[in-house]
């Protein structure tokens, strides 16, 4: 009798630590294909919404989005501080045990150059497979994705142990002072979270199969400099040795031979080990002997020339971008400009950095001007052995078995920066992007598109990650 009674304890006990790993997804399935329909009409609708910034005009995708969670029965707020670019928070409560997530995204895009898209950008356009429009990917997918997931919340009732909160947000794309900035100063209250997800990353697909998915847990500072040339101004047919084109236009080709020394973090060191793993036996040898003193030199000028984005993570980058001097073809000015974008690395010494810009330089007739304009704060990096990225990889491990994730180091800018800098531990995600696609279809393009497939692959993925952090176990 004693012994039955220890093993009825014993399966009990079994049973009791069993429960908390049946995954949440298998207690609230989805049937993913009746979804797909309302997931495009959603995708569609919003890219039909002309949110350029400038001027911005998010309200009107806010417009869009809250009478839909209201009648979800979805709590939602709408904080603006200029009346024509809204953000809507969204707010289902868990009990409170657990600090609550973040799922965001931005609804403002980049403005556009009609003539040179081959469709209509605000059409949102289905053709050969593909969603083409402006904010395809950049980023009304991320908020199509977290719209959807809110209301798979609502509509399965699923118990949470955190609130989930949704973000659209105005203002990302240069004028975060509306947006995100706006809601972290003055609604923090109203935000504030333990994780965040939103855009960065992407999952990495060649041929159709996917290889890996790139998290982004850190992200480059923009530090928007200019340099100053001065000299004196004069007649044209009169050659000055202190014209000022001319010196800018030997300190600006400086940066073609020169950039910033190779420095390595626990983010990028992660990325090129895990990279390693997956690549072709070339690729491998260079991504494992990126710090070799030996071989660095070599591999560098490689990736300079075959992978720049993979030359860019491992230094602050210094690029010109705009040249101004001058206003008639016979008048020397007495002034020259180059604006530079400068993406720092997250430690970089900015005040040291331009001293080493001057002794490049090496001239004293231009100056350095940093400029405020278009900078995010400079915030410390996500963790990749926290509760949120393990939760990721599960994700992952899930849904692309034969993959692998790797943590990454945006070249570009999100708003993640503002709140890594309140302590929110943050991570970007995004589309599946297959090696073959150019970037002349990327974000910012003129052929900006996604993969229709790609969006309902997103709103699994969030909807998997948030079950996994979000959801009683």
């Given at each position: 009798m004693l012994d039955r009674m220890k093993i009825t304890a014993s399966l009990a006990l079994t049973a009791c630590c069993l429960t908390p790993l049946i995954?949440?997804?298998?207690?609230?399935?989805?049937?993913?294909?009746?979804?797909?329909?309302?997931?495009?009409?959603?995708?569609?609708?919003?890219?039909?919404?002309?949110?350029?910034?400038?001027?911005?005009?998010?309200?009107?995708?806010v417009n869009y989005l809250k009478p839909i969670l209201d009648s979800a029965g979805i709590q939602t707020e709408v904080f603006a501080l200029d009346p024509k670019r809204a953000n809507l928070v969204a707010r289902i409560k868990g009990n409170g045990s657990k600090r609550p997530i973040i799922i965001m995204g931005h609804t403002d895009v980049v403005g556009v150059q009609r003539d040179k898209w081959p469709l209509d950008p605000f059409a949102a356009i289905r053709k050969d497979g593909y969603v083409w429009g402006r904010g395809s990917s950049d980023d009304k997918s991320h908020v199509v994705s977290s719209l959807m997931t809110m209301l798979l919340l609502k509509r399965l009732h699923v118990p949470l142990d955190r609130d989930v909160i949704f973000i659209?947000?105005?203002?990302?794309?240069?004028?975060?002072?509306?947006?995100?900035?706006?809601?972290?100063?003055?609604?923090?209250?109203?935000?504030?979270?333990?994780?965040?997800?939103?855009?960065?990353?992407?999952i990495s697909a060649r041929h159709g199969k996917v290889r890996y998915v790139e998290i982004a847990t850190t992200e480059k500072s923009p530090r928007t400099t200019r340099?100053?040339?001065?000299?004196?101004?004069?007649?044209?047919?009169?050659?000055?040795?202190?014209?000022?084109?001319?010196?800018?236009?030997?300190a600006v080709s400086k940066f073609q031979t020169w950039q910033p020394a190779m420095r390595l973090s626990d983010t990028t060191r992660a990325y090129f080990e895990r990279l390693a793993t997956i690549s072709p036996p070339d690729?491998?040898?260079?991504?494992?002997?990126?710090?070799?003193?030996?071989?660095?030199?070599?591999?560098?000028?490689?990736?300079?020339?075959?992978?720049?984005?993979?030359?860019?993570?491992?230094?602050?980058?210094?690029?010109?971008?705009?040249?101004?001097?001058?206003?008639?073809?016979?008048?020397?000015?007495?002034?020259?400009?180059?604006?530079?974008?400068?993406?720092a690395l997250p430690d970089e010494d900015m005040d040291r950095l331009y001293e080493e810009m001057r002794r490049v330089i090496a001239d004293p007739a231009v100056e350095i001007v940093p400029s405020s304009s278009h900078n995010r704060p400079v915030s410390p990096p996500s963790r990749i052995d926290s509760e949120m990225f393990r939760a990721l990889e599960r994700t992952q491990k899930s849904m692309f078995p034969t993959a692998i994730t790797i943590p990454?180091?945006?070249?570009?800018?999100?708003?993640?920066?503002?709140?890594?800098?309140?302590?929110?531990?943050?991570?970007?995600?995004?589309?599946i992007v297959d090696d073959s696609e150019s970037e002349l279809h990327g974000a910012h393009s003129d052929q900006e598109r996604m993969l229709e497939?790609?969006?309902?692959?997103?709103?699994?993925?969030?909807?998997?990650?948030?079950?996994d952090i979000a959801a009683t176990k």
């Open positions: 995954h949440a997804a298998d207690r609230h399935p989805v049937d993913w294909s009746k979804l797909e329909s309302e997931t495009m009409d959603h995708y569609i609708s919003i890219l039909r919404i002309d949110t350029s910034n400038p001027p911005g005009d998010e309200t009107k995708a659209a947000e105005a203002g990302e794309e240069g004028t975060s002072g509306v947006g995100i900035g706006f809601l972290v100063d003055q609604h923090w209250d109203a935000i504030a979270a333990e994780y965040a997800l939103a855009e960065g990353g992407h340099l100053v040339a001065h000299g004196t101004a004069g007649h044209g047919s009169r050659p000055r040795l202190d014209n000022p084109v001319l010196h800018l236009a030997s690729q491998a040898y260079r991504y494992n002997h990126i710090a070799d003193s030996a071989k660095t030199a070599e591999i560098q000028r490689y990736l300079a020339e075959k992978e720049p984005g993979n030359y860019s993570v491992l230094r602050t980058s210094i690029v010109p971008t705009i040249l101004q001097g001058g206003f008639r073809s016979n008048v020397i000015p007495s002034q020259a400009e180059a604006t530079l974008d400068i993406r990454a180091m945006l070249t570009g800018a999100t708003d993640n920066a503002q709140l890594r800098t309140k302590g929110v531990q943050a991570y970007g995600f995004g589309p497939t790609s969006i309902h692959k997103m709103v699994q993925y969030l909807w998997y990650t948030v079950l």
